[in-house]
């Protein structure tokens, strides 16, 4: 059985076709029993994309799952249009590749318990064997980035011997079809920017083992929210701008000596973006991301939502929100990625001072950037799907699927004659020879929703956005040739 898709569009180029696909994955799940096997639907008015990719998403398992989980934080991908995501290290233990002992869980490590019972050594081995050791079917697809200091804790830099043989070419014998399937490539310590005094062994970690640094850019030991106006009149401390500059000024001279690719998080400030700027001129291995809610909203906000607008890099200045923009129009920004960190309301409700900073982005991600960027008139829809799908999967070492080279490959010929006409190509996904990598997010671009957190699949329902009017909503995510997820 299989589905086809009739009268879809093609992002980059714009043709109409039909789309036919093989069937429904094990993992499968929807939000309405629409899709199906045998269905004929009409598609009329979407757009066929490459599937999202997210290089930067915290799912807080193991150590910390009352928050989010491997399984609800994969079906908020798919559910956002997402096919791939990189797990950043802040589990609980560090994704350091460190063995995880019954000592540990004696001493009631968080995490350490779950680690042992999976018959996992390590939090690497736990996340690459977590469907098999949980018997469960992920919906979206995943690489891990390892910790730049032990236990992330800043003191120490994480030892190559603990992590290296599950970097693609560094392999030992044991190598498993698991590694394959959700390797190492980065290093980063984020939620932390990597401390000057190791900054240099980090960096020589990362150039022995062909990974590039992903730095947290952002270090201040004291405040709470952006430094301003704002700030005062909540009465809280505030963070200077310059606390991220700091860092990306650092690093970029880091990269400079070392020729280390260094990717910026979360970038927030007009006058980090200029220094990325004349980086990149320079031609400097240097890329950078910005976050859905940088260019959504200002410092403002925390008026309006308080801490569920509470974050590091803290929200800035209407400035730096337009500077922001301003980045992505003219290309200083590389990608979007969404930060999403759960946290419950419970922990977001402590305050300021005591709140954890962070929030869900993976299922409101594209309607969010769709209304601000699109419906704004800053970027077309195409390059957005760009920073949304092409520019993170090449950050991450991987090929975004090449929709127009698979039409052209594969799709049958548009019938002639007198009868035919207005006829679509048909692209069989089951007739393509690299099925299994293809990866596809069917979007209606135009389609007007409102942000429900009830309805989301993540666990965390932390996000300002919550009744937010936003248009362009991902319909269904397409793995490996297989529907995974659908509200069509």
Request: glycine share 8%; net charge negative; charged share 25%.
């Amino acid at each position: 059985m299989s589905i086809t898709l009739r009268n879809i569009r093609v992002w980059n180029t714009g043709e109409i076709i039909d789309l036919t696909v093989p069937g429904l994955a094990d993992a499968y799940f929807a939000d309405t029993d629409t899709v199906r096997d045998g269905a004929d639907i009409d598609a009329t008015g979407l757009t066929l994309a490459p599937g999202f990719a997210d290089p930067h998403v915290h799912f807080r398992d193991p150590g910390q799952t009352y928050k989010e989980s491997m399984v609800s934080g994969c079906r908020a991908s798919a559910s956002g249009g997402y096919t791939t995501v990189l797990i950043m290290p802040n589990t609980l233990p560090a994704l350091d590749g460190q063995t995880v002992t019954a000592l540990d869980a004696e001493a009631g490590k968080p995490g350490a318990r779950e680690v042992l019972d999976a018959g996992a050594t390590n939090v690497i081995d736990f996340l690459q064997q977590y469907d098999r050791t949980h018997d469960v079917k992920l919906p979206v697809r995943y690489d891990l980035c390892v910790c730049a200091s032990k236990d992330r804790a800043g003191r120490e830099a994480s030892d190559t011997a603990d992590w290296l043989r599950y970097v693609p070419g560094f392999e030992d014998d044991a190598k498993t079809e698991a590694m394959n399937a959700h390797p190492v490539t980065a290093i980063s310590d984020d939620g932390s920017a990597v401390p000057e005094p190791i900054l240099d062994q980090v960096l020589a970690n990362a150039k022995a083992s062909d990974l590039y640094l992903i730095e947290h850019c952002e270090h201040h030991d004291t405040g709470a929210v952006n430094d301003g106006p704002v700030s005062r009149k909540l009465g809280v401390p505030g963070i200077p701008e310059d606390t991220e500059l700091k860092i990306v000024a650092r690093d970029i001279e880091a990269a400079r000596r070392t020729g280390v690719h260094v990717h910026f998080q979360h970038v927030s400030t007009a006058i980090s973006f200029e220094a990325i700027r004349a980086a990149k001129a320079e031609g400097l291995p240097i890329t950078c991301e910005t976050a859905p809610h940088y260019l959504a909203l200002s410092d403002e906000a925390l008026l309006e939502y308080g801490t569920l607008a509470k974050m590091n890099p803290p929200l800035r200045s209407e400035a730096d929100r337009k500077a922001t923009i301003a980045a992505i129009e003219d290309g200083t920004v590389d990608l979007l990625a969404t930060d999403h960190a759960p946290h419950t309301m419970e922990e977001k409700a402590l305050g300021f001072l005591e709140s954890p900073n962070g929030i869900i982005g993976l299922e409101c991600a594209y309607g969010v950037c769709h209304k601000v960027l699109v419906d704004g008139g800053h970027i077309s829809d195409e390059r957005l799907i760009e920073l949304m799908a092409v520019e993170p999967m090449r950050l991450l070492g991987h090929e975004p699927t090449d929709i127009a080279a698979l039409v052209e490959g594969y799709a049958e010929p548009a019938p002639t004659g007198d009868d035919s006409e207005g006829v679509n190509r048909l692209l069989d996904l089951s007739r393509v020879e690299d099925a299994a990598n293809v990866d596809l997010a069917v979007l209606a671009t135009d389609q007007a929703w409102t942000v429900d957190p009830e309805q989301f699949h993540s666990k965390a329902r932390n996000t300002p956005f919550s009744g937010w009017q936003v248009t362009g909503r991902p319909l269904a995510t397409i793995i490996g040739s297989q529907f995974m997820f659908s509200r069509m």
